[in-house]
Nanobody, 126 residues
């Protein structure tokens, strides 16, 4: 699965950014899609994920109430809407796809995902 992220940029605290990821895959609906991020000097961390079944999602506590994730099956795309951004949200954001996962489970561990994009940079200034 080839994943291409877009939408990163430079914003101020309190602003919004919308990241998009397009997947080159035939059966997009079968994949769980996720977003991770990595700030300088830190390990990559989970942000949000979504599965097709009933649109179930998972999120990191740090983004609760500020970020939302959605899918666009017609475009094989997943979006991450980031509102009320903080400087600590500055990171490279990676899109990931999981081809296998258990029912009633939303993947959120790095090892759950088997395909990764190259990332898009999001910078938030104070």
């Amino acid at each position: 699965v080839r994943l291409v992220e877009s939408g990163g940029g430079f914003v101020q605290a309190g602003d919004s950014l919308k990241l998009s990821c397009t997947a080159s895959v035939l059966s997009f609906d079968l994949y769980a899609m996720g977003w991770f991020r990595q700030a300088p000097g830190k390990e990559r961390e989970f942000v949000m994920a979504i599965v097709s079944t009933a649109g179930r999602t998972a999120h990191a506590d740090s983004v609760k109430g500020r970020f939302t994730i959605s899918r666009d099956p017609a475009k094989n795309a997943v979006h991450l809407q980031m509102n009320s951004l903080k400087p600590e949200d500055s990171a490279i954001y990676y899109c990931a796809a999981a081809g296998l996962y258990y029912d009633n489970y939303v993947p959120y561990c790095e090892n759950d995902f088997d395909s990764w994009g190259k990332g898009t940079q999001g910078n938030v200034s104070s």
